[in-house]
């Protein structure tokens, strides 16, 4: 089956720290892999995406790459702000189902 | 970028009632929807797969009897939790799933208080 493993948080940075939250995935075919983020009492938003291998998603400073070889997609960002305080998730989507699983979640803090 | 709603915001019911929430695509059109549901601190755990015209998939151990889905349109799915108890009081998302390429589209959820 499909599967989404992210790095267990809480993680609590200080505001300007690189940011690192692993994702690593197992899947059946070739999925889309995404990031997406929650904010506390919303749904979520699509951070950024990759759809094939070596393919970099980027969005607000963020940035993450679909490495097949280590079935990973590591989410970065080089200097953290308060205000990317928040629930990130890790998703994989095979295109032919739709379906999506998700990882566990990592909450992120970001202190000034 | 494509919008998804979702109606009510929130809810507050009596054990017992049952309750409608709408999920709308509001700028495309949705052969699929997605119903899931967050506890406090948790991932997403998909409920059911709604197809536009035809039944709902539900996962496995959710019960089709109380959480009954409807998808009347391409822009339209609705999920009634039937008979609601306290234990049904959860944060429920919906998505949508674009006819074009791969990407989900969230709602920004309802939060239901089953007292």
């Known amino acids: 089956g499909n599967s989404v493993t992210q790095m267990e948080g809480p993680v609590t940075l200080s505001e300007e720290a690189f940011l690192t939250i692993n994702c690593t995935y197992t899947a059946t075919g070739y999925p889309s892999l995404f990031w997406y983020v929650q904010y506390p009492g919303e749904g979520l938003q699509l951070l950024l995406k990759a759809t094939k291998a070596d393919d970099k998603g980027s969005n607000k400073g963020f940035e993450a790459t679909y490495r097949k070889e280590t079935t990973s997609f590591h989410l970065e960002k080089g200097s953290v702000q308060v205000s990317d305080s928040a629930v990130y998730f890790c998703?994989?989507?095979?295109?032919?189902?739709?379906?999506?699983?998700f990882g566990d979640g990592t909450t992120l803090t970001v202190k000034p | 970028g494509a919008v998804v709603s979702q109606h009510p915001s929130w809810v507050i019911c009596k054990s017992g009632t049952s309750v409608k929430i709408e999920c709308r695509s509001l700028?495309?059109?949705?052969?699929?929807m997605f119903w899931y549901r967050q506890f406090p601190k948790q991932s997403l755990m998909l409920m059911a797969t709604?197809?536009?015209?035809?039944?709902?998939?539900?996962e496995q151990g959710v019960e089709k009897d109380k959480f009954l889905i409807n998808h009347a349109s391409l822009t339209l799915s609705t999920l009634t939790v039937t008979s609601a108890h306290p234990e049904d009081s959860s944060f429920y998302i919906c998505?949508?799933?674009?006819?074009?390429?791969?990407?989900?589209?969230f709602g920004p959820g309802t939060r239901l208080t089953v007292l």
């Open positions: 700028d495309f059109q949705a052969t699929t």
């Open positions: 709604s197809n536009e015209g035809s039944k709902a998939t539900y």
């Open positions: 998505s949508a799933h674009s006819l074009t390429g791969d990407e989900q589209f």
């Open positions: 998703a994989l989507t095979l295109t032919n189902a739709g379906k999506s699983t």
